[in-house]
Each structure stands twice: as structure tokens, then as C-alpha cells.
């Protein structure tokens, strides 16, 4: 079969071109991207920028409070453009797995070989590769010599792959299967070779991945958003609408006009729509991706850091994250009186640290122990490593057979006696422990086939293990996160990585063994995947998922991108193995590619979800809280009309929800932040909502108090309206500190957020100029009160945060969410 590939025509031009016209172009699918009109039609089509959106509108043209209705629309339209430019970003991993593809390629056509555009390859071309060519298609080989291709961007594997003719070939990556198929896409390290087409284009594997990062799910805090959403505004319409409903019985006893009730109701509906939360979110997640690019995290996506922190489970690739995807001899067996790295220099093609990793860091160890070669070592002969030998073999002057490869070819050509026999021992020892052996043997001889070889010894290589691998582990499990490992390398090698950074390696899974209908328990339950390929990786993502875990997925290849977009975080090692195609599939971005830095980014995360979660707290309980007071209030007090008017509503949520809100994102709790365990079920779990509601019970209760007090001491509407603003004011300014705190409101260090005092105080302030001060008070409704309206105000302060600790539950250790 080899002989007659040098005589092979491959195709003739008619048929490439009835092939192309059948086939296709060999390029990845691309679909014509969406408008810019269509991205922000589909922003607008959340259910807050909705709310939004109606209540910017109303504000401004209904109200004719501009200042305020202004305010609201370009929230929105910030909110629009971020997410516009982060689909469009998103869209770029797609593009970039589209550079990796050949420009050119070399086949045989009707007996010539000629280059052509790789987008002409057809299936049934002859294409011939050699030593730094990349791979136009999936191709099946017909004639190797001493062929390898870096399949890392794949496979994952850090070895290149050695390719023969007549190998075992198929459809799709089933890693250590493949000796006979090359890969669209890879990289042609050593030597040259032929193979047939049988895939082009959206078919190769290289666009099965194409295709699997199509669309992405969302992150738990978006989700979590999106049924802020929907909750807040049906609680808008209802309460409008129930207003509106109540007001009608009193325009029908002439006792309020038919406009008031009606533009009080919409006011109370745009009151229970928080505008400022995805302004306050938005500003919290862009302060802290500042914080963490300083610290090497890169975040794509603003809404990942939050389920960086809520992350439950990490899945690591070996390679390039835990490991450094440089090879480094870490055990030698030598037999008595043996030059084995002289040998290893005088059999070896790496040069100034560029070549195969086996010889580099053969060459490092062997220039670390201080062998040299002699003046006089040239080479006379060169046999190229090989995949079918197996070995490399080189003779020098004088003459000196020398040979490397696997244990069990070169030993089988050593003469027999007690020191084969010792070395052939030892290599099962250095195989367990997931190292790759390599044994060199020399003789007097110009043979390059000759056996009765002297035995030298074995060498042990491993992939280098990046120092903070065994700390970061240790800080996940410390955090509550499952560190996992994820490899294309063979199990026992994982196993040993596995050991060596702290992840407990039982049970070692590999890829051939989840055909079964149990394959997603036992993606979920492994503690290390070996042998895997992509389709693995992303079926791990989703089985993870579904059973509810917030999943990281970190990598640095072609084959990480498509569970690297579909994980609710994916990290793209960004070291000198890194792909641009896992950088843009990517949110997160760690820029020195240590997975300790992860910890850094999922530290600040918790920080993050933590102040989240507080905001989300304290806006909906005094939104609630404001419903409350005014449906209580039309129904306890007919004499007041409406309890709150339209501004009145307008000003609390312009002070309250605008400058506090913001406190609490930027905020920074005592203690690890590491500590702070995300709460189960999310940010708007049944247990957060319980809280929001009783808590907004305590305030309203508060302030219908407060207000009854007032109106039997028989004060005017406008001081009671007066005083029910300035006790709800002041109530939820407290409730800021219950809110973030982690189990009790003034426990240890809750002085040391300056930042939430200064926003509480300047607040608190505002409020009291535009009660005490008539001309800046006029405008709102507001009028100065006596000494027992202050006093009444500062009792409900002090006691909301009092009364919330009593009602919160005991023991609770999550990071609080209102």
C-alpha cells in the first residue's frame, strides 16, 4: 500500500469541483450574525427592561418628572448596550476556531500536487502533510514516516500523536484509537505523510465543536434576574391595579378625584419596580471586574463573577490548568557504571528548547546534570522516532549505536542478563505513578537494527504540576467547591496528577467506559475523567447542571470551547497553551493560567454574590414595604385620601434605592469572603422571599404605627404624610445593615463598611434637610415636624433592625439575602 501512494492521481479537477458543488466549501457553518437592531430588540425583551422601560415613560410624560423618568430610560439604555456588546464578544469564538483552519493545503490532483485554498478540499482528495503544516480536513492516513501531530487543541493530551498508515480510524476523537485519521486543524510536528478526505467542513470534528458552541445557557445570576423579573412585575400590576380598584370606592363617595387614584396607582406600581437594581448590579459586577483584572481575571461577561463565587463544582483540565503541559524527567533508573544522559543527548532532536517535549526535557535533565558531547560525537546515522518501532535510534562516530523508545521495544533488543532483567522490573513501578518511561541502550556498532544492546536505564517523565495546583485545591475544598479533573491523558497518568494536587482519585472514570445508560450518574460521581473528548466534556457540563450544581469549567483548547460556553463560569487558562478559541468562548479570562488564580476570582465572586444578594434584599423589602403602607393606609385611613402621593413614592425610591443600593454592591463584608457559602436555591430562593416578606411586615408595621400616632395627636394630612415618609426613610436606611449582615446586624466589625455609613449618613441627611428646610421641602410635600415626629422616626430606625434579628433563623451561616 505504501509503494503505490507515490503513483496515486487523487482526483481529477472535474470531480473536485462536482464534489465542491455536492459538499460544500471546507469552512466551519457561519451564520449571517443578527443586526444590531435585532440584539437590542432581544435586550428589551427582559421582563425589568420591560418595567423599565414603562416606567421611565410614565415618569416622564404622564408624571412629568424628568428628572427622574430621564434617569430611568438611560439606566435602561446602559443596560442595552452592555448586553449587546457582550453577545457580539460571544459571537467571536466561533470566528476564531474559523483561524485555525489551513489557508492552503497540498493535493494531489490528477497526479500533480498542487496547493490549493484549503476551503477547496473536497472528501476523496489526496492530501500530503508535512512538518509544521496545519490540517485541512479529517483525513485518513495511507503512508507515515516518523508522522506526529500536536492534537493538544482537541484532545487536550500533552504528546504529540504519533500517525501510521493502516491505523485505527473512525468517526470522531475516541482518544488513543486514532493512530490512522488526522484532524482538521492540528499541527504537523515531525515528519510527513499522505491521507485520504473523508470529512470537510461542518462534518470534521474541528466543526462538531463549531456547532456545540451555538448558544449558551444562562448564569445563575441572570437567571436569577430574569425571575426577579417576572415576580416584580406581576407584584407591579397587582398593586397598581388593586389600588386603582380600592380608590374607585372612594371616588364613588366624591371623596377623591378619579385622576389622583389613578396616577397614585400607577406611581405605586412604578414604586414596587426597584429601577436602580440592574443599575446597582451592573455598577457592583464592573467595580469588582476591575478589581479582579488587576489580580489576573479577566472577566468577559460581567454577570460570571457572581457564579464564580456561587460555584459548586470545579471541572479542571489537567493539562495547562493543573498542570504547566511541559514534560519534566522527575525519576531515572540507571544501571551501575552507565553514561544514560550522555545518551540521552547523543539520541535526542531538540534544539534551544524548541522540538517534540520528550526531547526537550530529556535534553533539560540531561544539561542539569552536566553531560556533555564530545567534539567528536556527529551523527553518521539517524533513524527518526516512529510509531510502529517505537524507539528512535542514532549512530555516532565511532561507531556508537544509541536507542530510546518504549521499555518494551528497546529492552527486547538488549542482551539478556541481570540488568535487563532489573530494568524491566522497575518500569511497572514508574508506570504506576503515571509516569511516561523511556529506556536508552547503546552498543559498538553502525547497525541501526542490530539487538545485543547494552542496557542504560529508564527515565521517568511527567507533565510538570503548576505550583499553586496543590494549594488552590485545598482552598476549593475548604470553600465547599468539588475540585474534578478532566483529561484526555491516560487514566493512571490523571490519577497520579490527581494525587499529587490533592484531589482524592477515586473513582477514576475513563471515556470508554460511559457508553452505558448510567453514563450521567457517573459523569457526575467521577472525581477524575480520563480518556475523554469534547463531547464528554459538554455532556459533563449538562449532567452537572440538570442535578443543580453551578459548574466551572476550566481549559485552554479548541476542545474545552464548547463546555468552556456552555458552563454556567468558563475560565480560559490564557498561559502559553492557550487558544484564542477557548479565550472568546470563555467569560472568565485567567491571564498567568494558575488555577490558584481561580480562587482569587471565585473570593472576590463570593464577595460579589454576597453584596448581590444584599442589594436584591434591601430593595425588594422596601418596595414591599412601601405596597404595604399605602393598601393599608386607603383602607385604615379615609381621611388621608392616598397616604403617599405619586412624588412622595417617587423620592423614596430616588434616595433609597439609588445611592444605598449602590453601598451594598460595593461593599466589603468582615472576614474571608470565602466564608460566605452561596445560599441553596439561588438568590430568590423560597427562604429569601419569606424574609423579604416578614422583614417588609416589620417596616410597614412600623411605619402604619407611626403614622397612626401622628394622626391621633391630631396633625394635618401633610404632616402625616410627612412623618410616614420620614419613618419609612429612616427604617430602611437600618435595614441596610441587616441586610448584610451574616447572622446578626451588629455582630463583629460591622463599623468597618465606611462605605455604607457614608451612604446611610449622606441619605439620612437629605432627608432630614428636605423636612426641616420648607423651601426645599415644598416642592416634595414635605413640611417640618415636631420633636415627636423625629423621635417616633428614630425609634422605628432603631428598632427594624432589632426586631429582624429576632425574626431571623437561628444558626444560619449563608451570606444573607434581605
Given at each position: 500500500m505504501h509503494a503505490d501512494t507515490d503513483t496515486m492521481p487523487g482526483l481529477s479537477e472535474a470531480e473536485a469541483a462536482r464534489l465542491l458543488d455536492g459538499h460544500g466549501p471546507n469552512e466551519l457553518p457561519q451564520s449571517r450574525p443578527p443586526t444590531l437592531l435585532a440584539r437590542s430588540a432581544r435586550q428589551l425583551a427582559d421582563p425589568l427592561s420591560i418595567l423599565l422601560l414603562i416606567a421611565g415613560l410614565v415618569t416622564l410624560v404622564v408624571l412629568a418628572e424628568v428628572p427622574e423618568g430621564v434617569a430611568i430610560l438611560t439606566i435602561l439604555l446602559v443596560n442595552v448596550v452592555i448586553g449587546v456588546s457582550q453577545e457580539v464578544k460571544a459571537d467571536q469564538a466561533v470566528r476564531a476556531l474559523r483561524n485555525l483552519t489551513a489557508p492552503m493545503a497540498k493535493v494531489r490532483r490528477g497526479g500533480i500536487t498542487r496547493r490549493v485554498p484549503a476551503a477547496e478540499v473536497v472528501p476523496g482528495d489526496v492530501i500530503e502533510v508535512a512538518a509544521g503544516d496545519r490540517v485541512p480536513a479529517d483525513a485518513r492516513v495511507i503512508k507515515a514516516s516518523a508522522l506526529a501531530v500536536d492534537e493538544a487543541v482537541l484532545t487536550g493530551e500533552s504528546q504529540s500523536a504519533d500517525k501510521r498508515a493502516g491505523g485505527a480510524t473512525g468517526l470522531g476523537i475516541l482518544l488513543g484509537d486514532r493512530d490512522g485519521e488526522l484532524f482538521s486543524g492540528t499541527l504537523v510536528v515531525r515528519g510527513g505523510g499522505m491521507a485520504v478526505v473523508e470529512r470537510t467542513g461542518a462534518a470534521t470534528e474541528m466543526g462538531r465543536i463549531a456547532g456545540a458552541l451555538e448558544g449558551q445557557p444562562k448564569g445563575p445570576l441572570e437567571a436569577d434576574l430574569a425571575q426577579a423579573s417576572r415576580r416584580?412585575?406581576?407584584?407591579?400590576?397587582?398593586?397598581?391595579?388593586?389600588?386603582v380598584l380600592i380608590g374607585l370606592t372612594r371616588v364613588g363617595r366624591g371623596e377623591a378625584a378619579l385622576l389622583d387614584i389613578v396616577l397614585a396607582g400607577v406611581a405605586l406600581a412604578i414604586a414596587a419596580v426597584p429601577e436602580s437594581l440592574a443599575a446597582a448590579v451592573t455598577t457592583a459586577l464592573a467595580l469588582g471586574s476591575q478589581r479582579m483584572a488587576r489580580l489576573g481575571v479577566i472577566v468577559r461577561r460581567l454577570p460570571a463573577i457572581e457564579a464564580l463565587g456561587a460555584t459548586t463544582v470545579i471541572a479542571s483540565d489537567k493539562t495547562g490548568t493543573l498542570t504547566t503541559g511541559r514534560l519534566t524527567v522527575v525519576d531515572q533508573v540507571t544501571v551501575p557504571g552507565a553514561d544514560l544522559w550522555r545518551a540521552a543527548l547523543r539520541c535526542n532532536d531538540a534544539r534551544d528548547g524548541l522540538g517534540d517535549t520528550v526531547?526537550?526535557?530529556?535534553?533539560?535533565?540531561?544539561?542539569?546534570?552536566?553531560?556533555?558531547?564530545?567534539?567528536g560525537e556527529a551523527r553518521l546515522a539517524t533513524r527518526p522516532f516512529d510509531a510502529e518501532t517505537r524507539s528512535m535510534a542514532v549512530v555516532t562516530v565511532g561507531p556508537l549505536l544509541t536507542v530510546k523508545g518504549a521499555p518494551e521495544v528497546v529492552l527486547a533488543r538488549c542482551a539478556v542478563g541481570e540488568q535487563t532483567q532489573h530494568l524491566a522490573d522497575a518500569v511497572a513501578g514508574l508506570a504506576r505513578r503515571g509516569l511516561r518511561v523511556l529506556a536508552l541502550a547503546e552498543a559498538a556498532t553502525a547497525d541501526l537494527d542490530a539487538d545485543g544492546l547494552r542496557p542504560l536505564g529508564l527515565v521517568g517523565l511527567r507533565d510538570e504540576i503548576r505550583p499553586s495546583a496543590r494549594q488552590a485545591v485545598t482552598d476549593c475544598r475548604a470553600a465547599g467547591i468539588r475540585v474534578m479533573m478532566v483529561t484526555g491523558d491516560?487514566?493512571?497518568?490523571?490519577?497520579?496528577?490527581?494525587?499529587?494536587?490533592?484531589?482524592?482519585?477515586?473513582?477514576?472514570?475513563?471515556?470508554?467506559?460511559?457508553?452505558?445508560?448510567?453514563?450521567?450518574?457517573?459523569?457526575?460521581?467521577?472525581?477524575?475523567?480520563?480518556?475523554?473528548?469534547?463531547?464528554?466534556?459538554?455532556?459533563?457540563?449538562?449532567?452537572?447542571?440538570?442535578?443543580?450544581?453551578?459548574?466551572?469549567?476550566?481549559?485552554?483548547?479548541?476542545?474545552?470551547?464548547?463546555?468552556?460556553?456552555?458552563?454556567?463560569?468558563?475560565?480560559?487558562?490564557?498561559?502559553?497553551?492557550?487558544?484564542?478559541?477557548?479565550?472568546?468562548?470563555?467569560?472568565?479570562?485567567?491571564?498567568?493560567?494558575?488555577?490558584?488564580?481561580?480562587?482569587?476570582?471565585?473570593?472576590?465572586?463570593?464577595?460579589?454574590?454576597?453584596?448581590?444578594?444584599?442589594?436584591?434584599?434591601?430593595?425588594?423589602?422596601?418596595?414591599?414595604?412601601?405596597?404595604?403602607?399605602?393598601?393599608?393606609?386607603?383602607?385604615?385611613?379615609?381621611?388621608?385620601?392616598?397616604?403617599?402621593?405619586?412624588?412622595?413614592?417617587?423620592?423614596?425610591?430616588?434616595?433609597?434605592?439609588g445611592i444605598p443600593a449602590i453601598a451594598l454592591g460595593v461593599d466589603k463584608p468582615a472576614g474571608d469572603p470565602l466564608a460566605l457559602r452561596p445560599r441553596r436555591g439561588g438568590l430568590l430562593s423560597g427562604a429569601v422571599l419569606g424574609r423579604v416578606a416578614v422583614r417588609s411586615l416589620i417596616v410597614g408595621l412600623l411605619v402604619i404605627i407611626a403614622v397612626e400616632a401622628a394622626r391621633r395627636m391630631d396633625w394635618s394630612a401633610e404632616q402625616v404624610r410627612t412623618q410616614a415618609v420620614l419613618t419609612l426613610v429612616f427604617a430602611r436606611l437600618t435595614l441596610a445593615y441587616v441586610v448584610r449582615a451574616r447572622r446578626w446586624t451588629f455582630e463583629r466589625g460591622w463599623w468597618r463598611g465606611r462605605t455604607i455609613l457614608v451612604a446611610v449618613a449622606a441619605t439620612a441627611l437629605l432627608q432630614a434637610l428636605v423636612t426641616l428646610v420648607p423651601p426645599l421641602g415644598a416642592p416634595l410635600a414635605l413640611m417640618p415636624l415636631p420633636a415627636a415626629g423625629w423621635a417616633m422616626a428614630l425609634a422605628a430606625a432603631a428598632l427594624t433592625p432589632l426586631l429582624c434579628d429576632l425574626a431571623r433563623p437561628l444558626g444560619s451561616k449563608e451570606a444573607d439575602a434581605g
Open positions: 416584580i412585575g406581576l407584584l407591579a400590576v397587582a398593586a397598581g391595579v388593586v389600588m526531547d526537550v526535557a530529556l535534553r533539560a535533565a540531561a544539561e542539569r546534570s552536566g553531560a556533555r558531547l564530545a567534539d491516560h487514566g493512571d497518568t490523571a490519577r497520579a496528577v490527581a494525587e499529587e494536587v490533592g484531589i482524592q482519585p477515586d473513582p477514576v472514570v475513563t471515556g470508554a467506559c460511559l457508553n452505558g445508560d448510567d453514563r450521567s450518574a457517573r459523569l457526575r460521581g467521577a472525581a477524575v475523567l480520563a480518556r475523554v473528548d469534547p463531547a464528554t466534556k459538554l455532556d459533563l457540563v449538562h449532567a452537572l447542571r440538570a442535578h443543580g450544581e453551578i459548574v466551572t469549567m476550566t481549559g485552554d483548547g479548541v476542545n474545552d470551547a464548547p463546555a468552556l460556553r456552555h458552563a454556567d463560569v468558563g475560565v480560559a487558562m490564557a498561559g502559553d497553551e492557550g487558544t484564542d478559541v477557548a479565550r472568546e468562548a470563555a467569560a472568565v479570562v485567567v491571564t498567568n493560567g494558575e488555577l490558584g488564580t481561580i480562587v482569587t476570582g471565585v473570593r472576590e465572586g463570593r464577595r460579589l454574590h454576597h453584596n448581590v444578594a444584599s442589594m436584591i434584599g434591601y430593595l425588594l423589602t422596601g418596595n414591599l414595604a412601601e405596597i404595604i403602607l399605602v393598601l393599608v393606609g386607603l383602607i385604615l385611613w379615609p381621611d388621608l385620601i392616598i397616604p403617599l402621593l405619586p412624588v412622595h413614592l417617587l423620592w423614596i425610591n430616588l434616595v433609597l434605592d
